[in-house]
T-cell receptor, first 110, second 115 residues
Framework: GEDVEQSLFLSVREGDSSVINCTYT??????LYWYKQEPGAGLQLLTY?????DMKQDQRLTVLLNKKDKHLSLRIADTQTGDSAIYFCAETGGSYIPTFGRGTSLIVHP | DAGVIQSPRHEVTEMGQEVTLRCKPI?????LFWYRQTMMRGLELLIY????????DSGMPEDRFSAKMPNASFSTLKIQPSEPRDSAVYFC?????????????FGNGTRLTVT
């Protein structure tokens, strides 16, 4: 079945850029999503990219998609302490049901 | 838009008791999902509904788990009898299928502790 892989932790210094990576296996993926989960809350959609795009930018967020390698990344510029959270990658392929990764815990320290 | 509303936020119960979790999806959404989140297994899809009809319940761990969606604005997830290994955060999410991009909108979850 489909699989989405992410590293579990990322630690960065405040003000630096963060890059969270994700790989997936479903070659029929149509939409790829990034969600953010803050403590005690549900997952919140951050951004998404359609599979025929290779980049999408939204303020401090940049999503890069390498469809050939099935690799998705989320770059957060000028990372702030408020960006500390768990970030989930998800993809929808033939089914509209998203497959989620395990999530990457982003820790931002001063 | 009030978002997806779940209740209760926290539930502490003793093993063997019945637990009912509730969800109100976003108005106009026609798909509803129940997820369970634990440290060990991450986010697991338990069941999802489309137009109030259960489509896939293969993620429901055992017969002790059941879910209903009597109308478009309400769903329940019931565990009877509950066991300590059911302790987790349970999320409800909704979306509008048939749209090109249909991200899930999550509630804030119910943290269940079974002692």
């Amino acid at each position: 079945g489909e699989d989405v892989e992410q590293s579990l932790f990322l630690s960065v210094r405040e003000g630096d850029s963060s890059v969270i990576n994700c790989t997936y296996t479903d070659s029929s993926s149509t939409y790829l999503y990034w969600y953010k989960q803050e403590p005690g809350a549900g997952l919140q959609l951050l951004t998404y990219i359609f599979s025929n795009m290779d980049m999408k930018q939204d303020q401090r967020l940049t999503v890069l998609l390498n469809k050939k390698d099935k690799h998705l990344s989320l770059r957060i510029a000028d990372t702030q302490t408020g960006d500390s959270a768990i970030y989930f990658c998800a993809e929808t392929g033939g089914s509209y049901i998203p497959t989620f990764g395990r999530g990457t815990s982003l820790i931002v320290h001063p | 838009d009030a978002g997806v509303i779940q209740s209760p936020r926290h539930e502490v119960t003793e093993m063997g008791q019945e637990v009912t979790l509730r969800c109100k999806p976003i108005s106009g959404h026609n798909s509803l999902f129940w997820y369970r989140q634990t440290m060990m297994r991450g986010l697991e899809l338990l069941i999802y509904f489309n137009n109030n009809v259960p489509i896939d319940d293969s993620g429901m761990p055992e017969d002790r788990f059941s879910a209903k969606m009597p109308n478009a604005s309400f769903s329940t997830l019931k565990i009877q009898p509950s066991e300590p290994r059911d302790s987790a955060v349970y999320f409800c999410a909704s979306s509008h299928r048939d749209r090109g991009v249909s991200p899930l909108h999550f509630g804030n979850g119910t943290r269940l502790t079974v002692t």
